[in-house]
């Protein structure tokens, strides 16, 4: 006899009430496997534990209701399909509405019984009791509804919710007890709830009680795990025989300090002594600056590779960019040929046939540049350096911790690492991911910076502010206009938005006829964009239409303007990051934030009138936005997380941070945690390979 072993690798489905045909739909949701599927967690829950009756229904009220249809009809108005039917029970009448939903016409006929969820108005036509229904449910003759806490999950059109439900309801069903992966002293420690029961109840809680603890759990071991993966990392390249005690005794520093243009601030003084000390000491330096945009991060960089050059090294510097990649080595060079240093450029484009890209790697591994400056082509197979003993990556976010380590290991010893962020995280997120780093903060602007004088406007005042741009560009300045979209939405709530494409054509074809102008967005190839760029630099191109792709730190001091269309669109931190494109001269510059003020965005976006500190947006953003759109889209590098949430659950985070520590200090752990790293790869190794194996 055969006897079918349950395992969560199993193909999604053989669990009862999918099959080859569901699945095919689930996989659309990345659900593959049972695994998949059970961790395939409710995005919300409804409260559905009681039914009102229809003479018992208030006025704006969402509600639930049983009840049979009696009567159906539907009809087109423009491109809307409207549903209407009346649904009674014996306390009375209630008009049901549907949009779009053509499918529900074969079902709904007169004297099913449905389940109907929707909020209660008073239609103002018939003064009739109406609901626009949310969702319906047939329910079979004496079939009783299901009540209690309603899980709904993510789900395209082809998939229904019910189906989602039934499909888990079956999983839990023929699961066998899922088993514990945390060791009895953190669950007794930090008040746990098994994983088995965690792992139901997120599915079909009987109360927000037992909701919030069965989340508290899963949470909890998501951020353990990455806080283990961060502090195994941490520990390793912690290893003394392993890193580079860099010189320091500071002849080549001192020489490229006496030819700055500018003394360095007191912070970014601080902030390289801290830098210089992990270089001196034998411990690989894992270090991350954070400081504002134009705050001086890439002169404390500079210093560092030059720091290490003095000792015999190489140093390594990885822009996200080619345009910016270009750009520092333009600089780099400028100011350090005259010091016998030997500044090389590793891109896509310096690079373009195979005797190039040889002729650049050969340097490279002959210690015939001490510096090269490139873009991810740093990364590549063929680049191995001679004596690596610095490397710097700007704005770290663009970068995933896998590329942090690819890069690490390209030399037989570790050597020092200095990533660069102007993203303003908060203190919690720098935990979770960089957790394995130290931090500097340069907190201060170097003096003298004008600071950019930034407008909230509507867009009635659209025509003077563009007029306003045209005067700016006919004395010989430059300007950005940043736009939410690239092209049109199907999105209903994205419809009043002009996209970059549309801005564009209005501008150049209008107003700007007689102004070279150009568009630029991430569906672009990285040639093109850097091309367009490049003449923006140049100064060919006078008006740059574009989405968020120039936010990072391009340099174009005579650009003095930005507009950005439906700012309400963006978080402040993120306009913040924009803002910082312009100002970088020595002229006046003007950041003006078109917004639709039917939105109450006007309040929020007043906090750029008069903040320029972006650690207070980016904290008055999370107060206002909440965690999910502080970083917009899905470029912060923070690994994939399924229900933890890094702001919403500080205080979880922050547990699971010490419970990790002091599971990874003790050396017994490690053998547990090898074995869970393998026993568990399905349950929570995904992540934390993620991590570990980067
Ligand atoms: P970040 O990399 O932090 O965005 P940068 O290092 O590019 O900032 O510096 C921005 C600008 O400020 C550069 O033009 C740089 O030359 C200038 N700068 C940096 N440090 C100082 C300083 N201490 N005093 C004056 N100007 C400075
Ligand atoms: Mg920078």
């Known amino acids: 006899m055969s006897k079918t072993q349950f395992e969560l690798t199993d193909d999604v489905m053989y669990v009862k009430g999918v099959g080859p045909a569901r699945a095919k739909l689930l996989a659309k949701l990345n659900i593959a496997t049972k695994y998949d599927l059970l961790t395939h967690y409710p ?96 329910l079979d003759e004496g079939e009783e509804p299901e009540l209690g806490i309603m899980p709904i999950y993510p789900s395209t059109a082809a998939i229904t919710q019910n189906v989602l439900r039934t499909a888990i309801k079956n999983l839990l069903t023929s699961m066998p007890p899922l088993t514990e992966i945390l060791p009895q002293k953190i669950l007794d420690e930090h008040e746990l709830i098994s994983l088995d029961r965690a792992a139901r109840t997120i599915h079909f809680p009987k109360s927000y009680a037992e909701l919030d603890t069965a989340r508290r759990r899963l949470a909890f071991d998501e951020l353990f795990m990455i806080q283990c993966g961060l502090m195994l990392i941490k520990r390793q390249t912690q290893d003394e025989r392993l890193g580079i005690a860099h010189a320091a005794n500071g002849r080549l520093v001192n020489a490229v300090l006496n030819d700055l243009p500018f003394m360095l601030t007191d912070d970014q003084r601080r902030v390289f002594l801290e830098v210089s000390a992990d270089m001196e000491s034998k411990v690989p330096m894992r270090r991350l600056i954070q400081g504002d945009v134009g705050s001086g991060k890439t002169v404390v960089a500079l210093l560092a590779l030059v720091k290490a050059v003095e000792g015999g090294w190489q140093g390594a510097f990885m822009a996200p960019t080619e345009i910016l990649a270009a750009q ?17 450029l590793l891109s896509a484009k310096v690079t373009r046939t195979q005797k190039m890209r040889d002729e650049v790697y050969e340097k490279i591994s002959a210690h015939e ?89 509507t867009f009635r005042s659209r025509k003077k502010v563009y007029e306003f741009v045209h005067e700016e560009i006919a004395a010989g300045r430059q300007a950005y206009v940043v736009c939410p979209l690239i092209e049109r939405s199907e999105s209903e709530t994205l419809a009043d938005i002009e996209p970059a494409e549309e801005v564009f054509d209005m501008l150049s074809g209008g107003i700007f006829a007689d102004v070279p102008c150009a568009l630029i967005h991430g569906k672009l190839k990285p040639r093109e964009k850097d091309d367009i760029m490049e003449r923006f630099r140049d100064g060919e191109i006078k008006l740059l239409v574009a989405t968020t792709v120039i936010e990072v730190g391009v340099d174009v001091p005579n650009a003095t303007v930005m507009v950005v269309e439906h700012a309400e669109r963006f978080g402040l931190a993120q306009l913040h990051q924009l803002r910082g494109r312009v100002g970088r001269g020595s002229k006046k510059s003007y950041c003006i934030l078109l917004a639709d003020m039917k939105s109450d965005a006007k309040i929020r976006l007043q906090a750029m009138e008069t903040t320029s500190d972006g650690f207070k947006l980016a904290e008055q953003d999370l107060k206002l936005r909440g965690p999910g759109q502080f970083f917009g889209e899905a470029q912060h590098g923070l690994p994939d997380l399924k229900i933890a949430d890094v702001f919403r659950d500080v205080d979880i985070l922050i547990q699971a941070r010490d419970a990790a520590q002091e599971f990874i200090d003790d050396d017994a752990n490690l053998t547990y945690f090898a074995n869970l790293r393998t026993n568990i790869a399905m349950t929570y190794g995904d992540k934390f390979n993620q991590i570990t194996e980067a």
Request: hydrophobic share 40%; aromatic share 6%.
């Open 43 to 138: 995005r919300a829950y409804e409260n559905h534990s009681s039914l009102t009756k229809i003479s018992e229904l208030v006025e704006g009220e969402t509600a639930l209701v049983v009840g049979r249809v009696y009567d159906v009809n539907s009809r087109r108005a423009r491109n809307l399909t409207i549903i209407n039917a009346t649904l009674e029970d014996e306390t009375g009448e209630l008009q049901l509405t549907w949009f779009n939903q053509d499918y529900l016409l074969q079902k709904l006929r007169r004297g099913v019984r449905v389940l109907v969820i929707g909020k209660i108005k008073i239609d103002s036509w018939s003064n009739e009791l109406a609901m626009n229904v949310q969702r319906v449910t047939f």
């Open 328 to 344: 520092h080595f333009e600089k780099f060079s400028k100011l350090l040929d005259g010091l016998g240093i030997r500044v090389g």
């Open 369 to 457: 540049f001490d510096i090269v400056i490139g873009t991810h082509a740093l990364l590549q197979e063929g680049v191995k350096f001679a004596k690596l003993g610095l490397v710097v990556t700007d704005e770290q976010h663009r970068f995933g911790v896998a590329q942090r380590s690819t890069l690490e290991k390209k030399s037989s010893t570790l050597p020092d690492m200095l990533v660069m962020t102007a993203t303003p995280i908060p203190r919690t997120m720098t935990l979770t991911i960089y957790g394995d780093l130290d931090v500097s903060l340069i907190k201060h602007l170097p003096p003298g910076r004008k600071p950019i004088k930034t407008s909230v406007k």
